[in-house]
């Protein structure tokens, strides 16, 4: 077996057949409709087939069914795990070679460079006397030592590569090779040699938009004599136009004469956003046409070739840092109906926002109060997200149930549990890519209680003042409502003191002398709950008595 077999799959592959309407390299491409319906996961390969109740009946060729359903379902341990039973059973079997590529390719799509040479490296072994499967195996294992640095060695399998490819007199391969080389020469800095093989690749297929393309990006840093380049920079090209999914005509096709050809990639099948790095791509021409394969460039990574394996892959998009990622497609296909020539292209683009980090937040409640007499709380909420935005807040009393998810606001009413005591809110945020936040929290303590007023007295008194005292038993305001006697509540007067406070006095003063007044003293503990005592009375002294 090559590689890891992940936890998860461990699950044995057990198919009698394939993808209805699906094949690997050279297959006929899906439907659009049908590729929608592949991106957005309503489509699901066919059922596998379970061993006989009596035994298990499973062969090589029900792995090998299995794993390549599996993997144009994006199943990847469930492939692994199918490809890994095959090899297993004897890894020079017939269908060893494609099952290595297979494996070699899973792991590549997710950026598993090591186990993807190893694997490689297998098919390669198996290809003794194929020179379609050597190739294929070359400019795979060119291509992941590229994405690992390793360029001298990468430059050397394309040139192996290249010689299998000039012995069999595989002209279709030609133009592919060159554009690995002279984007390996680019990677390396080499701009003279990759403007000669991208210059010898558009010889070779004068519709090649990758060779094309690279050769105007490095037409800015020097000029560059070549006859071919120049070609290119005069816009004899291909044609293709920078537009996402913009047609382009078949070779050798005459005005008129056929559909023209366009390809559609789905990311995450159509979502706005991805949480990883890993995402799914629907690949597809919008006609019933066999693919060769496609470059692809993801992400913040150089193009690649890709032999057409699967109408869904997953990739990962390399490259540091979160943000708009496009998915650029350039597919080669074997012609469309009514063309004349032997090969066209089609491109496509999408993009997806990649954002891996939560929002960051922050809650407070009653404005960082620190008591309350109400269950109804308000939620003061404040938090940012630096690439998709925020969406939602969710709300928990106990960390554990959580309510729903509602829009994102600065405040939000909330209700606490019951009876008196500290209680603790905890707040989570979602950002539009799904991404959820560290719950946060925040405490308040629920007293419903008003203070206990003690000791009410008239400490002191004279012809025009009075000093009144009390205690409480909790911390609380003061304050005094007094009137004369016979006056009504109408003319009662208030004096406060805000200190919050078990011990209180409060003096009166400007009062009239040998005049009976009422009072009663009044506390307001820090949640707002309010305590008076009952009335009580005093008189002033005389006025000779003060």
Same mark, same amino acid.
């Given at each position: 077996? !090559?590689?890891?077999?992940? *936890?998860?799959?461990? $699950?044995?592959?057990?198919?009698?057949?394939?993808?209805?309407?699906?094949?690997?390299?050279?297959?006929?491409?899906?439907?659009?409709?049908?590729?929608?319906?592949?991106?957005?996961?309503?489509?699901?390969?066919?059922?596998?087939? $379970?061993?006989?109740?009596?035994?298990?009946?499973?062969?090589?060729?029900?792995?090998?069914?299995?794993?390549?359903?599996?993997?144009?379902?994006?199943?990847?341990?469930?492939?692994?795990?199918?490809? =890994?039973?095959?090899?297993?059973?004897?890894?020079?079997?017939?269908?060893?070679?494609?099952?290595?590529?297979?494996?070699?390719?899973?792991?590549?799509?997710? @950026?598993?460079?090591?186990?993807?040479?190893?694997?490689? @490296?297998?098919?390669?072994?198996?290809?003794?006397?194929?020179?379609?499967?050597?190739? /294929?195996? /070359?400019?795979?294992?060119?291509? +992941?030592?590229?994405?690992? @640095?390793?360029?001298?060695?990468?430059?050397?399998?394309?040139?192996?590569?290249?010689?299998?490819?000039?012995? %069999? &007199?595989?002209?279709?391969?030609?133009?592919?090779?060159?554009?690995?080389?002279?984007?390996?020469?680019?990677?390396?800095?080499?701009? %003279? @040699?990759?403007?000669?093989?991208?210059?010898?690749?558009?010889?070779?297929?004068?519709?090649?938009?990758?060779?094309?393309?690279?050769?105007?990006?490095?037409?800015?840093?020097?000029?560059?004599?070549?006859?071919?380049?120049?070609?290119?920079?005069?816009?004899?090209?291909? &044609?293709?136009?920078?537009?996402?999914?913009?047609?382009?005509?078949?070779?050798?096709?005459?005005?008129?004469?056929?559909?023209?050809?366009?390809?559609? !990639?789905?990311?995450?099948?159509?979502?706005?956003?991805?949480?990883?790095?890993? +995402?799914?791509?629907?690949?597809?021409?919008?006609?019933?046409?066999?693919?060769?394969?496609?470059?692809?460039?993801?992400?913040?990574?150089?193009?690649?070739?890709?032999?057409?394996?699967?109408?869904?892959?997953?990739?990962?998009?390399?490259?540091?840092?979160?943000?708009?990622?496009? +998915?650029?497609?350039?597919?080669?296909?074997?012609?469309?109906?009514?063309?004349?020539?032997?090969?066209?292209?089609?491109?496509?683009?999408? #993009?997806?926002?990649?954002?891996?980090?939560?929002?960051? *937040?922050?809650?407070?409640?009653?404005? &960082?109060?620190?008591?309350?007499?109400?269950?109804?709380?308000?939620?003061?909420?404040?938090?940012n997200d630096r690439t998709s935005g925020l969406l939602?807040?969710?709300? #928990?009393?106990?960390?554990?149930?959580?309510?729903?998810?509602?829009?994102?606001?600065?405040?939000?009413?909330?209700?606490?549990?019951?009876?008196?005591?500290?209680?603790?809110?905890?707040?989570?945020?979602?950002?539009?890519?799904?991404?959820?936040?560290?719950?946060?929290?925040?405490?308040?303590?629920?007293?419903?209680?008003?203070?206990?007023?003690?000791?009410?007295?008239?400490?002191?008194?004279?012809?025009?003042?009075?000093?009144?005292?009390?205690?409480?038993?909790?911390?609380?305001?003061?304050? !005094?409502?007094? $009137?004369?006697?016979?006056? =009504?509540?109408?003319?009662?007067?208030?004096?406060?003191?805000?200190?919050?406070?078990?011990?209180?006095?409060?003096?009166?003063?400007?009062?009239?002398?040998?005049?009976?007044?009422?009072?009663?003293?009044? =506390?307001?503990?820090e949640a707002g709950n309010v305590a008076a005592s009952?009335?009580?009375?005093?008189?002033?002294?005389?006025?000779?008595?003060?």
């Amino acid at each position: 077996m !090559v590689g890891k077999n992940t *936890g998860g799959a461990r $699950a044995r592959a057990r198919a009698g057949s394939r993808a209805r309407g699906l094949t690997m390299a050279g297959a006929c491409v899906l439907p659009v409709a049908l590729l929608c319906a592949l991106a957005c996961g309503w489509w699901t390969a066919g059922p596998a087939v $379970a061993g006989d109740e009596s035994g298990d009946q499973r062969t090589p060729a029900d792995d090998m069914a299995a794993g390549l359903a599996y993997m144009e379902r994006c199943m990847f341990e469930e492939a692994v795990a199918a490809f =890994s039973c095959v090899v297993r059973a004897d890894p020079r079997a017939p269908e060893a070679g494609r099952t290595f590529d297979c494996l070699g390719y899973l792991y590549w799509c997710r @950026g598993w460079n090591d186990e993807a040479l190893k694997a490689f @490296g297998e098919s390669l072994e198996c290809a003794d006397g194929d020179a379609g499967a050597q190739v /294929r195996a /070359r400019l795979a294992l060119g291509q +992941v030592l590229l994405d690992a @640095g390793r360029l001298a060695e990468a430059g050397g399998e394309f040139e192996e590569a290249l010689k299998v490819v000039r012995e %069999a &007199g595989r002209d279709e391969d030609i133009d592919i090779v060159y554009t690995l080389m002279g984007i390996a020469r680019f990677e390396a800095k080499d701009s %003279a @040699g990759a403007a000669e093989m991208f210059s010898r690749a558009l010889d070779a297929f004068p519709e090649n938009p990758v060779a094309e393309a690279y050769l105007k990006t490095l037409s800015f840093g020097m000029p560059i004599q070549i006859g071919s380049v120049r070609k290119a920079l005069a816009g004899e090209g291909s &044609g293709a136009g920078t537009g996402a999914g913009e047609p382009i005509r078949p070779a050798g096709d005459a005005a008129g004469a056929a559909r023209p050809l366009q390809g559609v !990639v789905f990311i995450n099948g159509g979502a706005a956003y991805a949480t990883a790095p890993q +995402v799914a791509l629907a690949l597809g021409v919008t006609e019933p046409v066999p693919v060769k394969g496609f470059f692809l460039a993801a992400g913040d990574e150089a193009f690649r070739w890709h032999d057409w394996r699967s109408p869904m892959i997953e990739w990962r998009l390399r490259g540091e840092g979160d943000g708009k990622k496009p +998915v650029r497609v350039v597919y080669y296909a074997a012609g469309t109906p009514g063309a004349r020539g032997a090969r066209s292209v089609a491109s496509a683009e999408a #993009s997806v926002v990649l954002d891996r980090e939560p929002p960051r *937040g922050s809650v407070e409640i009653n404005d &960082g109060a620190r008591y309350t007499n109400r269950t109804r709380i308000t939620l003061d909420l404040r938090a940012n997200d630096r690439t998709s935005g925020l969406l939602n807040v969710s709300m #928990s009393n106990d960390g554990v149930t959580w309510s729903r998810w509602t829009m994102y606001q600065f405040t939000k009413d909330w209700e606490i549990p019951p009876g008196d005591g500290q209680k603790k809110v905890y707040v989570r945020f979602r950002d539009r890519a799904g991404n959820i936040s560290t719950p946060v929290s925040a405490r308040i303590v629920l007293d419903t209680a008003p203070p206990e007023i003690l000791w009410v007295d008239v400490a002191k008194l004279t012809d025009t003042t009075a000093v009144i005292v009390w205690a409480t038993d909790e911390d609380s305001d003061s304050a !005094v409502e007094y $009137a004369v006697a016979r006056q =009504s509540d109408r003319d009662a007067l208030v004096v406060r003191d805000r200190d919050m406070t078990m011990l209180h006095d409060i003096r009166l003063k400007d009062l009239k002398p040998s005049t009976r007044y009422r009072f009663r003293v009044l =506390s307001r503990d820090e949640a707002g709950n309010v305590a008076a005592s009952r009335e009580l009375e005093f008189t002033t002294k005389a006025a000779n008595q003060g």
